[in-house]
């Protein structure tokens, strides 16, 4: 979902997108870059992501990634699926806390 | 995924391209990295960079594609392991497959294609049935019936006629004759065709009696140099201005020959419009919408019924009959009789690399078994092998259509004369033809030992390997496999081994004369309207030819011997009286005196013509054997008179002087029928007209037409001279469709015999070798050597006599659809069954003989020890 969230804002490599999952969320989540393409090549395969190699800074050529329509469906399908989890976890956690 | 993706994705090429680009990309990253955090520090951020490749290509996963491809690779790997067996696999696929390829392009071309009409399935031909006045039961019709039939009928949207005619056309350049045809205005409509250049000519045209003509385009091309000047160009056809008004398309063909060159007005004259005698017109209709054949026979023959009530010879019925079987004709039965038997051989090869495959599965039991306990799925198991199948009939079929094209220029020939020749090619209704055979190929021999091979791995693989006995059941399929294509082998054989009788027998058919060095020509005599100048020209131009060096001598005659045209009529033997007049019909033939000694007919009594018979009242007549035993059976014809012609009581009285036998006159595979010969010099109340010439050489008869030709031309330069052919010309061609099916038929049913022998050995050594254990067991509890070679030979035996008489049925069977092919075909089924039994049991006697004979020489203590 963050990948897909990430990708809402414009086409991006591979390195752009762990650069910007990693600002985002103010380097909470320290995965490592590389277990980001298994998942990009995931996505590609389900059609939610397509590619096309297109030369970025300095002349090099970079694989951009970019929500298809597919892609777009699916994210609203997984964001309103993790509001449920967050508000399940919430009321649980409020409980617990009272 | 979308369908584009799945093909990008597809294939090894671009599982390389993938690769490369996931390199690029994971070290595009590093690099990027290392300008922030450094070399190590990007390693370090980015993880275990081959351990992102490996999930990476997890997450790629194999498509389907890709699995069939790998399969398909490890296939081609399969058939380089093994090459004999592959060669063998192959070569038999690829014999299958071309002749099925050749066959169905033949088929193609003339049973299935389109004809060039429109709405060509709904046009019929109609004929009549004379068989009741003892005539043939599918005459040519007559015009005055067309007439009658078109006013009258209520099946046909149209009906149209055609008439036989010969063309010269004279003028410019040298005389030529040419294939001509007089046709009504309504045929082009009725075949629903346009000429390409011009038009064609209407009704009124053709009633009027305009001199109009429609020329063919090779004839444009030809004489005309393809000008589009041609059209309103007046050009002499038989001494006659006549109009070109159309060029017909290349494509264009009609009923009965393909080289027709000139089509010209019928207009048939008032007498032809109420003689119901004068059969010699093809009749094509085209059925109303709706209305079925079957309903277009009902009520044509009630029609024909009425329409010849009064004719003297009782009425008739008619034969109605697609067109399309009519342009096939003989030619059909024959490729539908080759097409079954080459699908036969393919299923023979078929079976035959089913059980080659089936004895390989067993032997890599272990290699399946290992792939199972590895995880592979029935499934994969079964795509695997089915791909491997796949892989050697692809190879076989590509083969095959090397080897099709040669067999296609043969079979060329087969065409019949009465359709457009073809040139078989390898078009896409070919390919795919051949494709879907392939594949057809591939699931009948492969999904068989496929699935068996799958079961060995599901069953006990691993754990039996091979020892012990195996099961009667086992063997169950590979036996019902060989009686199946012993019984096809069978089936085959005894169809060639009746058909080479049948052409053995048509070959030594007496044709009446001797056909070697005997030339051929036909010289029209239109021009010599006048009877005295005709005698006069025909006997000058036989003495010219006479006077050739290198030949025998020359004779002359209405119609060239073993050419297929009837030219029949009525007679009244003297004492008759008119009434039973209908029931006598003959062939009537005018030839000059040296006729029957130029073409060697033989005199059963009496004399041939001779200087005595002059021009007189009183003239001759030679008749033949069968006309001598219809009228008089027992007793000599010489000295009899008959008389014939309109039935008037004007004409000659003929006084027949002579018995010739019989002389094949209506073709080479016809029945001869009774025939009366006239010589010219005495018919001068006949339009008969001794235009055909036939010369006895003693030198090549081509090596001397150049000079013949000059000895006409120095008579009469303007003299066409046409269809020059030799006599063995003649018989070669008719002779051509039957000659060509029985070689390749006996071809196929060798080559399935030596196929089923393969079969037959192939499954008994393989059973040796699986119960080599089992022979030494038997041997050890005291089994003699004898005991086994009785009991192996024995199980071969029996497959044998399995095929065979199932063949034999499948024979009978087969040959009653076969009678129609060729005349002559008098299925004598018990020497050519005993033939080839003979033959089948001795070759199975050799396939079994030596792998059991194999068997019986096995030391128990070996196989005992055998694995």
Request: one cysteine or more; a positive charge.
């Amino acid at each position: 979902m963050l990948i897909l969230r990430t990708l809402q804002v414009g086409p991006a490599h591979g390195h752009q997108i762990a650069k910007h999952i990693q600002r985002s969320t103010d380097d909470v989540l320290q995965i490592e870059h590389g277990s980001l393409y298994p998942a990009l090549h995931r996505l590609e395969q389900k059609g939610w992501l397509a590619s096309k190699w297109e030369s970025g800074d300095g002349g090099r050529e970079f694989k951009y990634y970019r929500l298809t329509a597919p892609g777009k469906k699916q994210l609203v399908v997984e964001e309103s699926k993790w509001k449920q989890l967050v508000r399940a976890i919430a009321k649980v956690a409020a409980r617990a806390e009272s | 995924m979308g369908i584009w993706t799945r093909i990008k994705t597809f294939g090894p090429w671009s599982r390389a391209q993938k690769e490369s680009d996931l390199e690029h990309e994971i070290s595009n990253h590093l690099d990027l990295e290392a300008e922030e955090s450094g070399h190590y520090g990007a390693r370090r951020a980015f993880g275990n960079a081959t351990l992102v490749k490996e999930d990476v290509r997890a997450a790629w996963g194999w498509t389907r594609l890709e699995q069939l491809a790998r399969d398909v690779r490890y296939g081609l790997r399969q058939v380089r392991r093994n090459p004999g067996f592959s060669a063998v696999a192959i070569a038999t696929l690829a014999l299958g497959i071309g002749l099925n390829t050749a066959m169905f392009s033949a088929v193609d071309a003339v049973l299935i294609r389109p004809l060039p009409y429109a709405d060509a399935e709904r046009l019929v031909m109609i004929w009549d049935d004379l068989s009741k006045s003892g005539d043939v039961s599918k005459q040519f019709s007559t015009p005055a019936e067309w007439y009658e039939w078109r006013r009258h009928n209520t099946v046909f949207s149209d009906i149209a006629a055609t008439q036989p005619g010969e063309a010269t056309i004279s003028g410019e350049g040298e005389p030529e004759q040419v294939p001509a045809r007089k046709v009504t205005g309504n045929l082009w409509s009725v075949l629903g065709v346009q000429p390409m250049l011009g038009r064609v000519f209407t009704e009124e045209e053709d009633n009027k009696g305009t001199p109009v003509a429609m020329i063919s385009q090779g004839l444009w091309q030809r004489r005309f140099g393809g000008s589009t000047r041609v059209i309103g160009r007046t050009i002499t056809l038989n001494d006659s201005p006549y109009e070109v008004i159309g060029v017909m398309p290349r494509d264009f063909y009609f009923m009965p020959a393909r080289d027709i060159d000139i089509w010209m007005p019928a207009s048939f004259p008032p007498w032809m419009r109420t003689n119901f005698t004068w059969h010699d017109a093809h009749i094509v209709a085209r059925l109303k919408p709706g209305v079925t054949l079957e309903q277009a026979r009902e009520s044509m023959a009630e029609l024909s019924m009425q329409v010849t009530a009064k004719d003297f010879r009782g009425p008739h019925s008619v034969v109605v009959t697609p067109l399309r079987d009519e342009l096939a004709g003989k030619t059909q039965a024959a490729l539908i009789v080759l097409l079954c038997a080459s699908a036969a051989v393919l299923m023979i090869a078929c079976v035959n690399l089913a059980n080659l495959l089936m004895s390989r599965a067993a032997g890599r039991r272990r290699e399946t078994a290992v792939r199972a306990a590895l995880g592979a799925s029935r499934g994969r198991l079964v795509t695997q092998f089915l791909a491997e199948s796949l892989v050697l009939s692809a190879l076989g079929a590509v083969t095959g259509l090397v080897l099709a094209v040669p067999a296609m220029r043969f079979l060329e020939t087969m065409v019949p004369e009465t359709m457009a020749i073809v040139r078989l090619t390898l078009d896409w209704r070919v390919l795919l033809f051949s494709a879907a055979i392939a594949i057809a190929a591939t699931l009948t021999f492969g999904l068989a030992p496929a699935l068996g091979w799958s079961q060995f791995a599901m069953q006990k693989g691993l754990r039996d390997g091979g020892r012990g006995s195996a099961g009667v059941r086992s063997y169950w399929l590979q036996h019902s496999l060989i009686v199946g294509e012993t019984a096809l082998a069978v089936a085959l054989l005894t169809c060639g081994g009746l058909l080479l009788q049948t052409f053995h027998h048509l070959q030594q058919l007496d044709l009446g004369i001797r056909s070697e060095h005997l030339l051929t020509f036909e010289t029209p005599l239109f021009r010599y309207k006048d009877f005295e100048r005709r005698v006069a020209f025909v006997n000058a131009e036989l003495e010219r030819v006479r006077a050739i060096p290198g030949v025998i001598n020359a004779g002359a005659i209405s119609r060239i011997p073993l050419t297929v045209t009837d030219q029949a009529t009525f007679y009244l033997l003297e004492g008759q009286s008119r009434d039973g007049v209908s029931e006598q019909v003959a062939l009537t033939r005018v030839v000059s005196r040296d006729y029957f000694a130029t073409v060697g007919g033989r005199l059963r009594e009496g004399r041939f013509f001779d200087a005595s018979d002059r021009m007189s009242e009183s003239p001759v007549a030679v008749i033949n054997e069968s006309f001598a035993n219809r009228n008089f059976a027992g007793r000599s014809p010489l000295g009899h008179r008959l008389k014939f012609g309109r039935l008037n009581d004007k004409g000659y009285w003929y006084t027949i002087v002579g018995v010739v036998k019989e002389i094949r006159d209506r073709g080479v595979a016809e029945d001869a029928k009774p025939t009366i010969y006239r010589l010219h010099e005495q018919a001068d109340q006949t339009n008969d007209q001794p235009s055909g010439i036939v010369v006895r050489t003693m030198v090549e008869p081509a090596s001397i037409v150049p000079t013949v030709r000059q000895a006409i031309w120095s008579i009469d330069k303007n003299q066409p001279i046409a269809r020059v052919r030799t006599i063995k010309e003649i018989v070669d061609r008719q002779l051509s469709t039957p000659s060509q099916s029985t070689a390749l038929l006996a071809a196929f049913a060798l080559f399935a015999l030596l196929l089923a022998s393969i079969g037959l050995y192939g499954v008994l050594s393989y059973a040796v070798t699986q119960r080599t254990n089992e022979i030494g067991v038997r041997m050890a509890l005291g089994a003699t050597s004898r005991d086994i070679l009785l009991s192996f030979s024995g199980r071969g035996l029996m497959l044998t006599l399995a095929g065979l008489a199932i063949g034999s049925v499948l024979a009978v069977i087969a040959t009653r659809l076969m009678t129609t092919l060729f005349y002559g075909f008098q299925p004598d089924h018990v020497p050519a069954v005993a033939a080839v039994s003979l033959v089948l049991l001795a070759v199975a006697a050799m396939a079994c003989f030596v792998p059991a004979r194999r068997a019986s020489r096995i030391d128990p203590l070996t196989a005992l020890r055998h694995e």
